[in-house]
């Protein structure tokens, strides 16, 4: 998984990259096939904004979440991914095709 953490108006500290690394690898625990993660962080005047984006096999993921603290951002972004995350695994595990029926036919 290549991760990329970006800040914008704010300076990525190890220990801000080491709990969004923390926050996010529940992702790869339930889906191991997530092949690229972007992560944005930025600091607007009293609104810290947290985003995401997970690039799966066939599909991308996108989420945003707004907080007063960053790090509280940074779980409720980890908690919305990694919900949609299940929820793509689901829904691509479902959609097995089943063989076709065959179709009898008598000849008289």
């Known amino acids: 998984m290549n991760l990329s953490?970006?800040?914008r108006h704010l300076e990525v500290t190890p220990?801000?990259?080491e709990y969004v690394l923390t926050k996010l690898s529940r992702?790869?625990?339930?889906?191991?096939s997530v092949i690229d993660t972007q992560v944005t962080l930025s600091i607007e005047r009293l609104k810290h904004t947290a985003e995401v984006t997970v690039r799966l096999r066939g599909k991308d993921i996108h989420c945003t979440a707004d907080d007063e603290n960053l790090y509280a951002a940074i779980d409720l972004l980890a908690d919305k991914i990694d919900r949609?995350?299940?929820?793509?695994?689901?829904?691509?595990?479902?959609?097995?095709?089943?063989?076709p029926k065959r179709q009898e036919i008598t000849v008289e």
């Open 15 to 17: 220990a801000i990259r």
């Open 27 to 32: 992702t790869t625990r339930h889906f191991d």
């Open 84 to 99: 949609q995350v299940i929820k793509y695994k689901t829904k691509a595990q479902t959609y097995t095709h089943e063989p």
């Open 5 to 7: 953490i970006t800040g």
